[in-house]
């Protein structure tokens, strides 16, 4: 079966007129960050997000797994995962990056 992550990338790569949603776990996440760290999170994800062009120039983007709608990308000391179906990108979790 043909892989359908390029077109998934390239429907979702312009921003403009995506939906942004954003997930229970998503907010819980950021409700439980430091405030300092909150507060980057929130401008980041609420004000600087929609301005972007392409999900690709998004830090460290990378699918997850073999589907092609879940995405990671990297913010400051946090991972956020992103779930892009049609014309909605959902914002999941903020998980602390892993010390290697």
Known sequence: MPSTQPSTVR???NLKGLQIRYERS???DIKNLEVSARKSL???VFEEFPHFSQL???PEFRQLGSTAIYYRFS???YLI???LTGQIVKFLRVLPRPDL
């Open 56 to 58: 690709q120039d998004l």
């Open 11 to 13: 429907r979702a790569a």
């Open 42 to 44: 929130q401008q980041f």
């Open 26 to 28: 998503f907010l819980l």
């Open 75 to 77: 913010f400051d000391r």
């Open 81 to 83: 995962s992103i779930e």
